[in-house]
C-alpha cells in the first residue's frame, strides 16, 4: 500500500477522531472555566451601533495592521490569508469536490469554485472555452470572469507560499537575532507544514516533478497526509485560532466594547 | 513572601474562560508591536513578548505538553534571581492602556497578562517599593498618614472653601452626587479638585465629598497585583457611598479609579454597586446638553484633547470631554496618531511613572518619609526610567505634530506624564484638567 492510499483509506477516520477529541477537550476547558459574575451598568447605545461595532471588531485590527505593520498586512494576513490559504481551502475547485464528497450541501458553492489555473486545464471543475483569438489556450469561464487571471490555484499557491516562507524566514531572523519568547517552536512547525502542504498539492496539481503516476500518487500522498496531520494537530496548536480562538475573540471584543459604549 | 511556585498556584487557580482565551489564542503575528507605548524600549518589551512570559507559566502549569516537554514547548517557571528581574522589567513596562487588545485580530488582552505577572511578582516580594508603600498607604485606616500629608490635604481643602466662600459639605448625608478625590490627585494636580469643587459649587449641585481620601489611587491592587487588597478598597469605598446615600461618584480622574470602579469592581466583588459612577467629563457635558451651563467660546491658541486610555478606551468616554472643548475655543484640532479607542498612551500611568527616580522622589516629598528601595530595584530602576523617557516621547512627539499650545486632558497622571515629557524635550504647551481649562469658561444657566 502506498502513502496515497494509507491518506485516503487509513487516515481518515482517526484523523477526525482525533479532532473530535481534540476539539471536545480544548472546548470543555473554555466551559469549565466560564465565571458568571456581575455585570457592571452597560453604557446606552443604539442596535445600529452595536452590529456596526460588531463588524468593526473583526476588521479594526486589520485596519490598523495596515496603517501601522504594513509587512504583516501583506504577507501575514493578504497572502497568507485572505487572499491565500482561505481562498484556496474552502473554494479551489478541487476542495470542493472534496468538501462536497463528505459534506454534500457544500456544493452549494460549486459556482464560486476556483480554477487551477486561468487556462483550460482538465483539472478544472468548469468546462473551457475557446476565445475568438488565435491564442493556442482556451480560458476557463467561471463567475469571476476576468478576475480569474488572479482568482487561479496558481496564482493564489504561489502568493500563499510566499506568504508562508515570509513568515518562516521572519521568525526564524527575530528568533535568532532578537531571541525573542514569542518566536515558539509551534511556530516553525506550523509553517512548515502549511508550507509542505502547500507546494506539495502544488506540484500534484501540476504532476511535478514528474509526469509518472506514482510520482503523481506520492505527491497527492503527502500532501494530503500532512493535511491530515494539521487537522490532527489543529485542536492542540495555534492552527486552533482559525476555527474557534479567532470567533471567540473577536465576539467577546464586541462584546465588552458594546459593554463600555464604544 | 512565599515561593514562586506557590504564588503561581494562587494566581492561576482563578482562572477564566476570557483570560484562558488571552493566554492560549495567541499566534505570535505581532500586530500589536507597533502599538504599544514600550514597544520603543527594545523587541523584549514588545506586548506579545511581555505576555509571553505570563504563557510560559500557564503552559508549564497547566497543559500537558508543558508539563512533559517543559522549555521546548515554552513551557518553564522564573527559576532564578536573573529570571525574576527578566519577569519584572517586563511587568513593569506595561500601561496596560489595553491598546494591544484593540490591535490584536484574535481580541487578546495581553495588558490582563502582564497584570498577573505583577500579581505573581507581588506575591514574591517584587512589587517596587513605591508602589507597595503606597499601597499600604491606602490600605491604612487614614489615608493622611502623616502630619506632611495631612497639611497638604489640609490646604488643598482650605483653599477651595476660599474659593467657594463657604464650609465644605464634606461627609453630608443624602447628596446627589459625591465627589470623590483621590490622594494622587493631592500629589500630582491638587488645582483638580479645588476646580472641581469650584464648578460643583457654581452649578448648585447637591453634592458631598469625603473629608478625606478613601483612597491613594485605588485600587492600588490591580497596579501593584494584589487582588485582596482591591477588595478590602472597593469594600471602603462602597460603604463610605452606602453611608453618606450617594447616588452618583463623580471623579476628576480619569485613570485607575474610574475604569475600576466603573467597570471591573463589579467583576472583582461580584456585585454590582448601587451608584452611577461617572466622570467630571460626562457629568459637565450633561449639565451642557440641557443648557444647564454655557461654555464661553474664545480664540486662542491650539487647543487638543488627549484620551487618557482609561477614560477613552477602557471606558468610553469619548465624545463628551470633545463636546466641552470644541465649545470652548475657535482653534481645535484632534490629535493626529489617534483618537479615542486609537488614542496613543502618555507612557507613564499603571505606576511607572511613580517608580522611576523623579517619581519616587514626589512621593518621598511629598510624603517626607524616605523610601528605601529594595536591592533587586536598584538594578531594574535607572533602565526604567531610560524606557519610560523614551516612551512619553512619543506622546509629546505627537503633540509637537500638529503644534498645539493647550493639551486638555482628564487624567492626573496624563498631566503629570505630558508636562514631564515638555520639560524634558523643551516643548512649549502644557497639559491641563479639563476643569481647570473650563473653570472661567463656564456660564450657569
Given at each position: 500500500m502506498g502513502l496515497y492510499e494509507f491518506a485516503i483509506y487509513d487516515m481518515f477516520t482517526p484523523t477526525i477522531a482525533i479532532f473530535a477529541f481534540g476539539m471536545v477537550y480544548r472546548l470543555s476547558r473554555y466551559l469549565f472555566l466560564y465565571k458568571r459574575t456581575a455585570q457592571p451598568v452597560w453604557r446606552r447605545t443604539s442596535f445600529v451601533h452595536r452590529i456596526y461595532i460588531l463588524i468593526d471588531a473583526f476588521l479594526h485590527a486589520i485596519v490598523a495592521a495596515i496603517k501601522r505593520s504594513k509587512v504583516t498586512f501583506v504577507t501575514g494576513i493578504f497572502l497568507l490569508h485572505l487572499f491565500g490559504v482561505i481562498p484556496i481551502l474552502f473554494l479551489l475547485s478541487h476542495h470542493i469536490a472534496w468538501w462536497s464528497y463528505y459534506f454534500p450541501p457544500y456544493s452549494i458553492l460549486r459556482p464560486f469554485a476556483i480554477p487551477t489555473s486561468s487556462t483550460s486545464s482538465t483539472?478544472?471543475?468548469?468546462?473551457?472555452?475557446?476565445?475568438?483569438?488565435?491564442?493556442?489556450?482556451?480560458?476557463?469561464?467561471?463567475?469571476?470572469?476576468?478576475?480569474?487571471?488572479?482568482?487561479?490555484?496558481?496564482?493564489?499557491?504561489?502568493?500563499?507560499?510566499?506568504?508562508?516562507?515570509?513568515?518562516?524566514l521572519e521568525r526564524i531572523v527575530k528568533k535568532v537575532k532578537e531571541r525573542l519568547d514569542r518566536i515558539r517552536v509551534g511556530d516553525f512547525v506550523a509553517l512548515v507544514l502549511l508550507l509542505v502542504i502547500l507546494i506539495s498539492g502544488y506540484l500534484a496539481t501540476h504532476h511535478l516533478p514528474s509526469n509518472e503516476i506514482e510520482t503523481y500518487k506520492l505527491m497527492l500522498g503527502i500532501?494530503?497526509?500532512?493535511?491530515?496531520?494539521?487537522?490532527?494537530?489543529?485542536?492542540?496548536?495555534?492552527?486552533?485560532?482559525?476555527?474557534?480562538?479567532?470567533?471567540?475573540?473577536?465576539?467577546?471584543?464586541?462584546?465588552?466594547?458594546w459593554r463600555r459604549g464604544l | 513572601?512565599?515561593?514562586?511556585?506557590?504564588?503561581?498556584?494562587?494566581?492561576?487557580?482563578?482562572?477564566?474562560?476570557?483570560?484562558?482565551?488571552?493566554?492560549?489564542?495567541?499566534?505570535?503575528?505581532?500586530?500589536?508591536?507597533?502599538?504599544?507605548?514600550?514597544?520603543?524600549?527594545?523587541?523584549?518589551?514588545?506586548?506579545?513578548?511581555?505576555?509571553?512570559?505570563?504563557?510560559?507559566?500557564?503552559?508549564?502549569?497547566?497543559?500537558?505538553?508543558?508539563?512533559?516537554?517543559?522549555?521546548?514547548?515554552?513551557?518553564?517557571?522564573?527559576?532564578?534571581?536573573?529570571?525574576?528581574?527578566?519577569?519584572?522589567?517586563?511587568?513593569?513596562?506595561?500601561?496596560?492602556?489595553?491598546?494591544?487588545?484593540?490591535?490584536?485580530?484574535?481580541?487578546?488582552?495581553?495588558?490582563?497578562?502582564?497584570?498577573?505577572?505583577?500579581?505573581?511578582?507581588?506575591?514574591?516580594?517584587?512589587?517596587?517599593?513605591?508602589?507597595?508603600?503606597?499601597?499600604?498607604?491606602?490600605?491604612?485606616?487614614?489615608?493622611?498618614?502623616n502630619e506632611s500629608v495631612r497639611e497638604r490635604w489640609a490646604s488643598i481643602l482650605d483653599e477651595a472653601r476660599k474659593s467657594i466662600g463657604k464650609d465644605l459639605?464634606?461627609?453630608?448625608?443624602?447628596?446627589?452626587?459625591?465627589?470623590?478625590?483621590?490622594?494622587?490627585?493631592?500629589?500630582?494636580?491638587?488645582?483638580?479638585?479645588?476646580?472641581?469643587?469650584?464648578?460643583?459649587?457654581?452649578?448648585?449641585?447637591?453634592?458631598?465629598?469625603?473629608?478625606?481620601?478613601?483612597?491613594?489611587?485605588?485600587?492600588m491592587g490591580v497596579i501593584v497585583g494584589d487582588r485582596d487588597s482591591e477588595r478590602k478598597v472597593f469594600r471602603r469605598i462602597n460603604s463610605y457611598l452606602a453611608k453618606v446615600g450617594g447616588k452618583r461618584a463623580l471623579m476628576s480622574h480619569g485613570g485607575t479609579p474610574y475604569m475600576e470602579m466603573r467597570f471591573e469592581m463589579p467583576f472583582v466583588m461580584n456585585e454590582r454597586p448601587p451608584y452611577d459612577v461617572i466622570h467630571v467629563t460626562e457629568y459637565l457635558a450633561e449639565l451642557y446638553e440641557k443648557g444647564k451651563i454655557r461654555i464661553r467660546k474664545e480664540e486662542s491658541g491650539k487647543v487638543t484633547w488627549h484620551d487618557p486610555c482609561k477614560l477613552a478606551r477602557g471606558s468610553g468616554v469619548v465624545e463628551q470631554p470633545r463636546i466641552l472643548v470644541k465649545a470652548s475655543t475657535t482653534n481645535y484640532e484632534d490629535l493626529p496618531h489617534g483618537t479615542g479607542m486609537y488614542s496613543h498612551c502618555c507612557g507613564g500611568g499603571s505606576g511607572i511613572a511613580l517608580i522611576t527616580c523623579d517619581g519616587r522622589k514626589l512621593v518621598e516629598e511629598f510624603t517626607r518619609e524616605k523610601i528605601k528601595p529594595a536591592e533587586w530595584e536598584e538594578k531594574i530602576c535607572p533602565p526604567l526610567e531610560e524606557d519610560y523617557k523614551k516612551a512619553i516621547k512619543q506622546k509629546i512627539d505627537e503633540i509637537s505634530e500638529i503644534n498645539a499650545n493647550i493639551v486638555v486632558t482628564g487624567c492626573s497622571t496624563c498631566i503629570y506624564n505630558i508636562n514631564k515629557g515638555a520639560t524634558l524635550y523643551d516643548r512649549d504647551f502644557q497639559a491641563i484638567h479639563i476643569v481647570q481649562y473650563l473653570l472661567d469658561k463656564i456660564e450657569v444657566t
Open positions: 483539472l478544472t471543475v468548469t468546462a473551457p472555452f475557446t476565445p475568438v483569438t488565435d491564442m493556442s489556450n482556451g480560458f476557463v469561464n467561471t463567475i469571476w470572469g476576468p478576475l480569474t487571471i488572479i482568482l487561479n490555484g496558481d496564482v493564489l499557491a504561489i502568493l500563499a507560499i510566499f506568504g508562508t516562507t515570509f513568515k518562516l500532501h494530503i497526509l500532512m493535511a491530515e496531520l494539521l487537522v490532527i494537530l489543529l485542536p492542540f496548536t495555534k492552527f486552533f485560532h482559525f476555527v474557534f480562538g479567532f470567533w471567540y475573540g473577536k465576539l467577546h471584543e464586541a462584546y465588552d466594547l | 513572601m512565599i515561593a514562586v511556585e506557590k504564588a503561581i498556584d494562587v494566581v492561576l487557580s482563578d482562572l477564566d474562560s476570557v483570560t484562558l482565551h488571552f493566554l492560549e489564542s495567541c499566534v505570535s503575528c505581532g500586530l500589536c508591536v507597533p502599538f504599544c507605548p514600550y514597544t520603543v524600549a527594545g523587541p523584549t518589551y514588545e506586548p506579545v513578548n511581555k505576555a509571553e512570559a505570563m504563557r510560559h507559566i500557564y503552559r508549564r502549569k497547566m497543559t500537558i505538553a508543558g508539563r512533559i516537554l517543559g522549555p521546548l514547548v515554552g513551557a518553564k517557571y522564573p527559576r532564578s534571581e536573573e529570571d525574576l528581574d527578566r519577569m519584572t522589567n517586563m511587568a513593569y513596562r506595561c500601561v496596560n492602556c489595553r491598546y494591544c487588545y484593540q490591535t490584536c485580530p484574535f481580541g487578546i488582552y495581553s495588558g490582563k497578562l502582564v497584570i498577573m505577572l505583577r500579581r505573581i511578582l507581588d506575591k514574591v516580594g517584587r512589587a517596587p517599593s513605591v508602589l507597595k508603600y503606597l499601597q499600604t498607604i491606602e490600605l491604612s485606616d487614614s489615608v493622611l498618614i459639605p464634606l461627609d453630608k448625608k443624602g447628596a446627589d452626587v459625591v465627589y470623590l478625590p483621590w490622594l494622587v490627585e493631592a500629589l500630582l494636580t491638587p488645582e483638580v479638585i479645588v476646580s472641581t469643587i469650584k464648578i460643583l459649587d457654581m452649578v448648585g449641585e447637591n453634592w458631598t465629598m469625603p473629608s478625606e481620601p478613601l483612597g491613594f489611587e485605588p485600587p
